[in-house]
């Protein structure tokens, strides 16, 4: 049973082009998180997506940064015109439906990570 | 704004060693305390924590919870390298929002 797969691990850009990160979530998961992680500090909270929908997007930038989760294929995290401020490592996490009322708590699975690097 | 602070942010140990990894937590609507462990890939799960001084155990590792002091303790006993890891403490909050709130992380090394 595959965990969460993110690619591509390592992206290199240049300043002002697009990033495209992919997540494919646990496989019966309906949840998805994007986390991004900074030198020396804790992950933070980015977007929360259900298929199809945006649940909760408080830690996305306004600008240049926006997620999908369509209803076919993996959950996307686009960076548009980036700039060095945005070379981190960006984490995907999944949870099935239902969980926090069956265990208590929202336990994510978490991706590998992808490592952006803006030249 | 809710808030998670993990002390200390680096431990450096010899094998054999006992560590005590702390995490205290200012957050409204506390619902449960999440342990992970981050080695050079994903985070993983280690325990979950809703209930005030109940221990959980999982090998040489254990941790408690204390929601009166709002902080969490996670101890590993007999410390061996492979303990090394970033220790990623969160905390899950009851309303609408499903997000879990992290801390920086304590880096652990442990030496042969």
């Known amino acids: 049973n595959a965990g969460v797969m993110q690619n591509p691990r390592h992206l290199v850009r240049r300043r002002g082009q697009e990033a495209r990160l992919r997540c494919s979530p646990v496989?019966?998961?309906?949840?998805v998180y994007w986390y991004r992680q900074l030198p020396e500090e804790g992950l933070k909270f980015m977007v929360y997506?259900?298929?199809?929908?945006?649940?909760?997007e408080s830690g996305m930038p306004k600008e240049r940064f926006s997620a999908e989760f369509p209803k076919e294929g993996p959950s996307i995290l686009r960076i548009q015109q980036v700039v060095r401020g945005d070379s981190a490592a960006y984490f995907c996490?999944?949870?099935?439906?239902?969980?926090?009322?069956?265990?208590?708590?929202?336990?994510?699975?978490f991706g590998a990570g992808s490592r952006l690097t803006v030249l | 704004e809710d808030k998670v602070v993990q002390s200390p942010l680096s431990l450096v140990v010899h094998e054999g060693d006992t560590v005590t990894l702390n995490c205290s937590y200012e957050?409204?609507?506390?619902?449960?305390l999440l342990w992970y462990k981050q080695e050079k890939k994903a985070p993983t799960f280690l325990f979950m924590l809703?209930?005030?001084?109940i221990e959980k155990k999982s090998g040489r590792l254990s941790s408690i919870l204390d929601k009166k002091e709002l902080f969490s303790i996670l101890n590993i006993t007999a410390t061996q390298t492979g303990d090394s890891a970033i220790y990623l403490c969160?905390?899950?909050?009851?309303?609408?929002?499903?997000?879990?709130?992290f801390g920086k992380g304590t880096k652990l090394t442990v030496n042969p």
């Open positions: 969160a905390v899950d909050t009851q309303g609408g929002s499903e997000k879990l709130v």
């Open positions: 997506l259900q298929k199809e929908n945006i649940i909760d």
């Open positions: 957050v409204t609507n506390f619902r449960s």
């Open positions: 996490a999944s949870s099935p439906p239902g969980q926090r009322s069956t265990s208590g708590a929202n336990v994510l699975t």
């Open positions: 809703t209930s005030s001084g």
């Open positions: 496989k019966g998961h309906s949840h």
